[in-house]
């Protein structure tokens, strides 16, 4: 067993700390490399399938941003840590039932999934009763793949006129997932295309895979899960 003393610390990948000092050095040098202030790129440490005890890990590493993709996961995983620590943020990573907005009040700082009109009205809804909604990113089906979410990419202009004027919701941004069997490159540019002339500038794209692309178009929030937490069992049906 060598002595960890002799190596840098966080040099461990076998550790969540380690494993999170990789990636937040990866994101350091992507940035560099793009001529970006690394600071403009922010880590959403996504947890899913881990338990309570794994996120104090993360934690403890000095991690405060996290994403889930599934309301009632993140319902019963996150109220308890953010009481502990309540500098924690927690963001919604993935699709959201209309009859589950009330759900999210209050549990999210931030919704990347803002995909459809009946959304934005359950939202609007929700803000009428006199809740503060979570900030509000809009989710483009880059890939036009119809088992995914997402507004198509010709229907992006349109949908985010509606939010604005219609319903007066303030989108801060768009995300993609791009299609697994595609290079991304072209998918996070065409977002940042959509972004730039709705004059939106905060980019949620680039995952385990891929996050250094990501943010060589100018991803403002990488979800990074596997590369921190390990790869996940498949999730049940
Ligand atoms: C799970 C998930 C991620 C993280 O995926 P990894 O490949 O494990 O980094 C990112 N975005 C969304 C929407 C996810 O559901």
Redesign the pocket.
Known sequence: MANPAARPPGSDLDTIAGRLARVRAEIASAAKDAGRDAATVELVA?G?TYGAEVMVEAIEAGQRLF?E?RVQEAAGKWPALRERWPDLRLHL??PLQTNKVKDIIGLVDML?TLDRDSLAVALVKARDKGNRLPELLVQINTGREPQKAGVPPEDADAFLARCRDEWSLPVGGLMC?PPAEEPPALHFALLREIGRRNGLDRLSMG???DYATGIRFGATMV?????IFGS?APLPA
């Open positions: 996504v899913k994403g993709n990573i993935g990347h997932i995952m385990s895979g979800r990074v899960g596997s590369a996940r």
